[in-house]
């Protein structure tokens, strides 16, 4: 007989089986997804290693690009000298900078036809051999002289110089523009153009206008620039002055001060003078030497021409002396109508009744009177200028130009 307990339930077995089925397969789905996961996570991981080798690879070269710079750094610095003959391969004989002379060995990488006499190398500054061949570079001062942006001053802001400035432009301008007409008379055009005035007479104006009316190079100085303190600088910055002129031309060379190199040679002179005076005889050279100066025209200015060395005076180094005067009455109308042009003024106020109060005003005066006027009207909160600005302005100039310490030395020199 049997009991309830030992009864076998239909489908039991069934049961059981699927369960332990469900359990396989979850288990299963549960592995794909750790492996999925896992998968996942290898490959992220993989991809971080291969930017990171990269990041390493590149923090190595610029670590070994630093320690290159550090090294070259860490260098002895070189000397600049000149090759001034070659004895055979490998073997040329030297100038250091400080004019000892050397027979070295040169680097056998550099190129057999850049050691030639006159070259610019770089010596090692131990055994002095030839390191490296350097390019003939120009003086910065030369080379930052050269005008690249015009001025906007033209002939129609210069005030009482028509005939100034006809004779400039027959002097500087026609020959670049028209050498034919010269070749046509046999005659060779003028070299250079020396504009002498007392302060503030428009010199340097028309040296900015003939730079703004012509498609020349333009390059200026001062002719304090060119006096420099050790020998020979100064002579070599004038070479270099001119051959870049030479290389960009047609150019114009403006020398303003010139008297700063120019002055009269003294047999009492000191070491200083000397050095000018070399510097001077350079400038002789190029204007007048064996190098021509087709393309080339040079504009001085100077208020001091009478301490001025004669043999820079005569023709065939500044062809032509322009004078710039005081402006006479008919000048000064000119430039106070140029200054008052653009001025708001109140009725009745006219260039006429200005000019006879202004006798012996320079260029520069007139319109330091027309600035001088509009700041009294912006004192006194007025939208235009009236001619009891203009009376103040004038009394103001005057007392300035009384009580100067300059002397009338400069002035008695164009009367």
Known sequence: MTTD?????????DNRSKRDDDGIEGQLNRLEKDYRELTEKAQN????????????G?????????????????????????????IDEGRVVVRSSNGTVFLVSANQRIDSELLKPGARVALNQDTLSVIQVLHDAWDPLVTGAEMVEKPDI?????????????????????????????????????KGVLLVGPPGCGKTML?????????????????????????????????????????????????????A??????????????????????????????????????????????????????????????????????????????????????????????VSQTKGFSGADLKATCVEAAMVAIRSKRKSVNATDFRTAIDRIKDKKANSTRGDAPEDLFH
């Open 154 to 190: 033209t002939y129609d802001d210069l005030g009482g110089l028509d005939e100034q400035i006809q004779l400039i432009r027959e002097s500087i301008e026609l020959p670049l523009t028209s050498p034919e007409s010269f070749t046509r008379f046999g005659i060779k055009p003028p």
């Open 58 to 86: 590149q923090q190595k070269k610029k670590v070994n690009r630093l320690e290159e710079e550090i090294r070259m750094l860490r260098s002895p610095p070189h000397i600049v000298g000149h090759i001034q003959d070659c």
């Open 5 to 13: 307990s030992d009864a076998i339930t239909p489908g039991a077995d």
């Open 261 to 354: 190199i120019g002055a009269k040679r003294l047999d009492t002179a000191t070491s200083g003078d000397r050095e000018v005076q070399r510097t001077l005889m350079q400038l002789l050279a190029e204007l007048d030497g064996f190098d021509a100066l087709d393309d080339v025209k040079l504009i001085s200015a100077t208020n001091r021409p009478d301490i001025l060395d004669e043999a820079l005076l005569r023709p065939g180094r500044f062809d032509r002396i322009i004078e710039i005067p005081y402006p006479d009455e008919e000048g000064r109308s000119a430039i106070l109508a140029i200054h008052m042009g653009k001025m708001p003024k109140t009725k009745g106020l006219t260039v006429g009744k200005i």
């Open 207 to 259: 040296a900015k206008a003939v730079a703004s009316s012509t498609d020349c190079s333009f390059i200026r100085l001062v002719g304090s620039e060119l006096a420099q303190k050790y020998i020979g600088e100064g002579g070599r910055m004038v070479r270099e002055l001119f051959d870049l002129a030479r290389e960009k031309a047609p150019s114009i060379v403006f020398i303003d001060e010139i008297d």
């Open 45 to 56: 991981l993989l991809t971080e290693r291969v930017y990171l080798e990269n990041e390493v």
